[in-house]
């Protein structure tokens, strides 16, 4: 079976063709500036990437360029649309409505629609991808994969907020959490790699990239996670705050006079790692400014793994206990520096990292030693794989 995978942002739209029997990627891209002028970059496996620079007033536009593309006779890999059998969707906001993945129909897309107050700027963009797919390849299946979805069954001590009830009955301000397709993906990896499947487990999985988030996983089942009613909350990000004190809001909106949304976006844009370095949201630019001596770069570098490694002591309290621990997204994966400074906090947890092992990049690897109470992995994300793995199971 072949599964178009799309993920739809306001202005951008990336997409993977996966055949759900060998779990290969076929062809994977990315449409930008949508609505502005429109570029497609290509890459089919095993040819040459095309660029191209095409008018893309719309995501239906930008839909119909990909699937052009992809049964181009130069650089496609399909001979026809017949060729797709299903379709994807990563969906980010499901409210408390949608714990799993959904074969999508006109309830499901009021459903979601209904959702769009909770993630102003991405559900309704997933809305459109949704309709650009239908109204091109109207007889093809398809399936919502919610990035909430993974944390439904965290319990109402998790993500009640201290607020009056009522606002959590009226406005549904509750914790939803997010990245729940990877710590799905990850934290099945690795109850599987320490070999507790059907067995009482107690894992934590930090997703640390731009957007970062850690979960505690207790058997199998999402039970608290950082990120809160939005993105914003929690860790420390490339560009976002995580948690402040709320009062800081309006304190800054007086002393810049600005509004309160103006703060808010100060909060997710200029914040965060960048904001206290003054260097840089990637963690790259930031080691190699902290090793120039750039005193700034070093305190953001070390308020990350200071904030990362709070979260995982607060999780393996909240299991009471901890068999393993994953990293895992473009940090997580690849920044061993950073692996080793958050294990270093954890040290009164029994972990002892294996430095040779964690020296390793990019690949799915134990970086404890043998003695380490706590077992660590690095373990790669595959999101799309996870939404082409949703999307067969449903259809
Ligand atoms: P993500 O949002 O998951 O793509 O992660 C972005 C972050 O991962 C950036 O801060 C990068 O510095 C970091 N990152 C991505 N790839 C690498 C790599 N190959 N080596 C070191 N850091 C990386």
Not at 40 to 61: A, F, I, Y
Not at 69 to 95: N, Y
Not at 232 to 245: A, E, K, V, Y
């Amino acid at each position: 079976m072949n599964v178009f995978v799309v993920n739809c942002g306001s202005s951008s739209l990336k997409y993977q063709l996966i055949d759900s029997e060998t779990e290969e990627v076929i062809a994977k891209g990315l449409c930008e500036r949508i609505g502005i002028d429109g570029r497609l970059t290509h890459k089919p496996t095993g040819k040459d990437t095309v660029v191209r620079e095409c008018d893309m007033p719309d995501h239906k536009s930008a839909v119909s360029y990909v699937l052009e593309a992809l049964t181009d006779e130069q650089f496609g890999v399909i001979k026809d649309l017949s060729s797709i059998d299903a379709v994807g969707h990563r969906i980010v906001h499901g409210g408390e409505r949608f714990a799993n993945s959904v074969v999508i129909n006109d309830e499901v897309l009021a459903a979601i629609e209904e959702c769009n107050d909770l993630a102003p700027l991405h559900n309704p963009a997933n809305l459109i991808g949704i309709s650009a797919c239908k109204a091109l390849m109207p007889e093809v299946p398809m399936v919502a994969v919610f990035d909430t979805a993974f944390h439904q069954t965290m319990p109402q001590k998790a993500y009640l907020y201290g607020l009056p009830y009522e606002y959590y009955e009226q406005y549904k301000v509750r914790k939803y959490g997010f990245h729940g397709t990877s710590h799905s993906f990850v934290s099945k990896r690795l109850i599987e790699l320490i070999g507790k499947q059907d067995k009482e487990s107690k894992v934590i999985i930090c997703h640390l990239g731009n957007g970062s988030s850690v979960t505690a996983v207790k058997n199998g089942e999402s039970v608290d996670t950082s990120m809160g009613f939005t993105p914003l909350d929690g860790l420390i990000m490339g560009t976002r705050s995580g948690s402040i004190d709320p009062a800081v809001v309006q304190f800054l909106a007086d002393k810049l006079s600005c509004s309160l949304d103006e703060v808010i976006n100060i909060l997710n844009k200029k914040s965060g790692v960048e904001g206290i370095s003054g260097v840089s949201s990637d963690f790259r630019d930031l080691d190699k400014a902290s090793s120039e001596g750039n005193e700034r770069a070093a305190i953001a570098l070390d308020l990350f793994a200071y904030r990362v490694a709070q979260f995982v002591g607060s999780y393996a309290a909240s299991m009471n206990g901890v068999d393993a621990i994953a990293f895992t997204a473009g940090i997580g994966e690849n920044n061993s520096k950073m692996r080793k400074n958050i294990c270093e906090y954890l040290e009164y947890l029994g972990i002892n990292i294996d430095d040779k092992a964690n020296a390793t990049g990019g690949e799915e690897i134990k970086i404890s030693t043998a003695d380490s109470k706590v077992a660590v992995y690095v373990i790669p994300t595959n999101e799309e794989l996870a939404i082409a793995r949703e999307t067969v199971a449903l259809l």
